[in-house]
């Protein structure tokens, strides 16, 4: 007689919702064991980041050459802004990934105004992102980075500026537009908070943490409020699939015994999952 099959692991999808519950059960669907375990909470932004937000009008006669989308939650916050259309109007929107592509399509967002690296691409960030889209930028053209903003620890503290939403990927790409001659502004249209780590939620997480689960990461963030969750948990024996380089690093620094990478679609990481059963 054959021997029985393996189960296959399970694996934490640690996106915000409701991204979270959406990756669950598309992977579900495909025979997997998955649970959400959403690490970071997405938020309208405090008054004050949103009065910021408001300083920018919609300018007709000096149109944006592209806005730039860093997530599918900045498309959609976005766009519930009483000057999306205008801004959307003569730009083209350029997107990081498929699921920002996704996103503005949703949105009604029109394909051919969409940039985005090919699905063939070995990593969907800024990068390459940079590699379709830097023909476009010439001299004096004005490029909108539309993102989020992360939370401080304390609810009633004060925004840090350098808290403000720097990313290296934004950042990187930024200077490419203003190498080529362009400029660059932000509009801050959503907030990044860390979860309530109610007793059940905590406990998943440290079951997680030894019993051969794969942590779902698509973001360096969500692997921090974990370590908030659980200050001084040992996580040699638990196993990171990691969607970035980055994120990999950050995986490292919290003693993730196990890194994997993978690229950030369903069928990349759903054949990660399955070749590790």
Do not use: K
Request: include cysteine; proline fraction near 9%; hydrophobic fraction near 45%.
């Amino acid at each position: 007689m054959p021997s029985p099959r393996a189960p296959r692991p399970r694996v934490l999808v640690t996106r915000p919702e409701p991204e979270a519950s959406a990756w669950v059960a598309q992977l579900t669907a495909r025979g997997l064991d998955a649970v959400a375990l959403p690490l970071i909470e997405i938020a309208a932004p405090r008054a004050m980041l949103a009065a910021d937000a408001a300083a920018w009008p919609a300018e007709p006669n000096s149109p944006w050459r592209a806005l730039m989308f860093v997530s599918g939650n900045a498309v959609q916050h976005f766009m519930a802004s009483p000057d999306a259309a205008a801004c959307l109007a003569h730009s083209r929107c350029w997107a990081p990934g498929p699921g920002t592509a996704r996103a503005l399509r949703a949105a009604g967002v029109p394909a051919s105004q969409i940039d985005s690296p090919g699905a063939e691409a070995r990593q969907f960030d800024s990068e390459s992102l940079w590699q379709q889209v830097q023909d476009q930028v010439q001299a004096g053209d004005r490029v909108l980075i539309v993102r989020g903003v992360d939370a401080p620890a304390e609810a009633e503290a004060p925004l840090p500026p350098e808290r403000a939403g720097s990313g290296s990927g934004r950042e990187w790409l930024s200077q490419r537009v203003r190498e080529a001659g362009g400029t660059v502004a932000h509009r801050v249209v959503y907030e990044r908070r860390p979860p309530a780590a109610n007793p059940a939620r905590r406990a998943l997480a440290r079951q997680a943490a030894s019993d051969g689960s794969w942590w779902l990461f698509s973001s360096s963030e969500a692997i921090r409020h974990l370590q908030d969750w659980l200050p001084g948990q040992d996580w040699r024996a638990a196993r990171a699939l990691v969607t970035h380089p980055r994120i990999g690093e950050a995986a490292q620094s919290a003693g993730f015994g196990r890194i994997q990478a993978t690229r950030p679609t369903l069928e990349d990481v759903a054949a990660s999952i399955e070749s590790s059963s």
